[in-house]
């Protein structure tokens, strides 16, 4: 490795590290208050995370699965029903389509975005699904479900064609929750209202996770739920809570699922270091862009951005043929990488019950096999980013060179 560091995937001490004083503050002041659930910590955050969202209501959870399955519940969604999803996801998006009694239905992703395709939804519902109208709901074919929600996943850090999805949810009556697990302050231009709107902000509900790798995360375990529907965040609080609409009286069965006061402590923290970090993220993606671009780099295929959409850059996601050598020769040249994601749901054994088989979903088996995500988070350097593209660049050519070489022989 020619005495070179390596460049590990993700770095998340040295944020922790230059915030060290006020972490540690906010663990002192839990300690001698006793203060561990609920709260104004909570409160505090719920209300500063609810501003940056653009959302009228955040409810802290105790992860973003549950923040999921709570706002799918309190949305609305019933056992027996089926909830439209893509399989190109983190599993937790169909686990919490699970745990609210519901299941999942997969629709395959854009070639471009890697998030929900409208068409591909559009032609679910027209050719699978039968419209019962006297109780207004579309029912599925096959299983005689009806089908009630959809969950958009925000990818990457960057959020779905909402005004199309929002246009089907209207008309076919399902609720829309957003997974914006990785869509921390994501935008999106939305033309039917001729503006720009933050992720957590649009749908009935949304769900949001602060495990420690995303781009707001805890030192441990949270989520949110944000939505501007009043009764949803009554709904999600009691959900939370078991059932509690006040101590010891339970209007329903709930979960214990709730924000804790040190990681809502942290996180508050932290919340008001988040548009910078974007801002960091975002400028780290246009350097990859930059020397990408130099390397003549036709075999990397880049993140696409469309106009109207402002990407929070969770993750950098290149694709290449080939790519577990890629990672290969990464490893070796010190560079360190992910996968996101190696498997779509549908090929799952978890979900060997729903019957689904490869070919199914073409675009996201496709993307499973060629999707590489390079190291980026807000401290990355240009010179770290400048070898990850130079240490790739070397690979796509070598493998130039061999299928060149085989085809001559
Ligand atoms: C991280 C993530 C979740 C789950 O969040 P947890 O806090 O780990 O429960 C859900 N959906 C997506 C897309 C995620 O990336």
Same mark, same amino acid.
């Given at each position: 490795?020619? =005495?070179?560091?390596?460049?590990?995937?993700?770095?998340?001490?040295?944020?922790?590290?230059?915030?060290?004083?006020?972490?540690?503050?906010?663990?002192? %002041?839990?300690?001698?208050?006793?203060?561990?659930?609920?709260?104004?910590?909570?409160?505090?955050?719920?209300?500063?995370?609810?501003?940056?969202?653009?959302?009228?209501?955040?409810?802290?959870?105790?992860?973003?699965?549950?923040?999921?399955?709570?706002?799918?519940?309190?949305?609305?969604?019933?056992?027996?029903?089926?909830? *439209?999803?893509?399989?190109?996801?983190?599993?937790?998006?169909?686990?919490?389509?699970? @745990?609210?009694?519901?299941?999942?239905?997969?629709?395959?992703?854009?070639?471009?975005?890697?998030? *929900?395709?409208?068409?591909?939804?559009?032609?679910?519902?027209?050719?699978?699904?039968?419209?019962?109208?006297?109780?207004?709901?579309?029912?599925?074919?096959?299983?005689?479900?009806?089908?009630?929600? *959809?969950?958009?996943?925000?990818?990457?850090g @960057?959020?779905?064609?909402?005004?199309?999805?929002?246009?089907?949810?209207?008309?076919?009556?399902? #609720?829309?929750?957003?997974?914006?697990?990785?869509?921390?302050?994501?935008? /999106?231009?939305?033309?039917?209202?001729?503006?720009?709107?933050?992720?957590?902000?649009? =749908?009935?509900?949304?769900?949001?996770?602060?495990?420690?790798?995303?781009?707001?995360?805890?030192?441990?375990?949270?989520?949110? #739920?944000?939505?501007?529907?009043?009764?949803?965040? !009554?709904?999600?609080?009691?959900?939370?809570?078991?059932?509690?609409?006040?101590?010891?009286?339970?209007?329903?069965?709930?979960?214990?699922?709730?924000?804790?006061?040190? @990681?809502?402590?942290?996180?508050?923290?932290?919340?008001?270091?988040?548009? !910078?970090?974007?801002?960091?993220r975002?400028?780290?993606a246009? !350097?990859?862009?930059?020397?990408?671009?130099?390397?003549? =780099?036709?075999?990397?295929?880049?993140?696409?951005?469309?106009? %109207?959409?402002?990407c929070v850059y969770?993750?950098f996601?290149?694709?290449?043929?080939?790519?577990?050598?890629?990672?290969?020769?990464?490893?070796?040249?010190?560079?360190?990488?992910? #996968?996101?994601?190696?498997?779509?749901?549908?090929?799952?054994?978890?979900?060997?019950?729903?019957?689904?088989?490869?070919?199914?979903?073409?675009?996201?088996?496709?993307?499973?096999?060629?999707?590489?995500?390079?190291?980026l /988070?807000?401290?990355?350097?240009?010179?770290?980013?400048?070898?990850?593209?130079?240490?790739?660049?070397?690979?796509?050519? *070598?493998? =130039?060179?061999?299928?060149?070489?085989?085809?001559?022989?």
């Amino acid at each position: 490795m020619s =005495g070179k560091d390596n460049i590990p995937f993700l770095d998340l001490v040295t944020p922790h590290v230059e915030l060290e004083e006020e972490l540690t503050g906010i663990l002192k %002041g839990a300690l001698h208050t006793a203060g561990f659930i609920g709260g104004p910590m909570v409160e505090q955050f719920e209300n500063a995370f609810a501003k940056f969202c653009d959302a009228k209501y955040c409810v802290g959870a105790g992860s973003g699965t549950d923040a999921l399955r709570f706002a799918l519940m309190a949305g609305g969604v019933r056992p027996g029903d089926v909830v *439209i999803t893509v399989p190109h996801t983190f599993i937790a998006t169909t686990e919490a389509i699970s @745990q609210a009694g519901a299941e999942p239905r997969f629709v395959d992703i854009d070639e471009r975005t890697y998030n *929900i395709d409208p068409s591909k939804v559009r032609q679910y519902l027209e050719s699978q699904c039968t419209l019962d109208s006297r109780l207004d709901v579309v029912v599925d074919n096959k299983s005689g479900k009806p089908v009630t929600a *959809i969950v958009p996943v925000h990818l990457y850090g @960057q959020m779905a064609d909402m005004d199309s999805l929002l246009e089907i949810a209207e008309q076919y009556n399902l #609720i829309l929750i957003e997974d914006a697990c990785q869509a921390h302050g994501a935008q /999106y231009f939305s033309k039917k209202e001729n503006s720009w709107r933050t992720a957590g902000s649009i =749908g009935r509900a949304a769900a949001f996770s602060f495990y420690p790798g995303k781009n707001l995360g805890a030192c441990g375990e949270a989520g949110a #739920i944000t939505t501007n529907d009043e009764e949803i965040a !009554r709904k999600t609080r009691m959900l939370r809570d078991h059932g509690q609409s006040k101590k010891y009286y339970h209007d329903m069965e709930g979960y214990n699922g709730r924000l804790d006061s040190i @990681q809502a402590g942290f996180l508050a923290v932290k919340l008001r270091h988040l548009s !910078r970090w974007n801002e960091m993220r975002q400028a780290a993606a246009a !350097r990859y862009r930059e020397l990408f671009s130099e390397m003549n =780099g036709e075999k990397v295929r880049l993140p696409y951005e469309p106009d %109207g959409s402002r990407c929070v850059y969770h993750l950098f996601v290149v694709r290449v043929e080939d790519r577990d050598e890629a990672i290969k020769h990464l490893a070796s040249a010190g560079v360190g990488t992910g #996968i996101h994601y190696p498997i779509p749901l549908h090929l799952q054994k978890a979900y060997a019950n729903l019957r689904y088989k490869k070919g199914d979903f073409p675009i996201a088996e496709m993307v499973a096999s060629e999707a590489l995500s390079l190291p980026l /988070y807000p401290h990355l350097r240009r010179d770290q980013q400048s070898r990850v593209v130079s240490e790739l660049h070397n690979f796509v050519s *070598i493998e =130039g060179r061999s299928l060149a070489a085989s085809k001559s022989a």
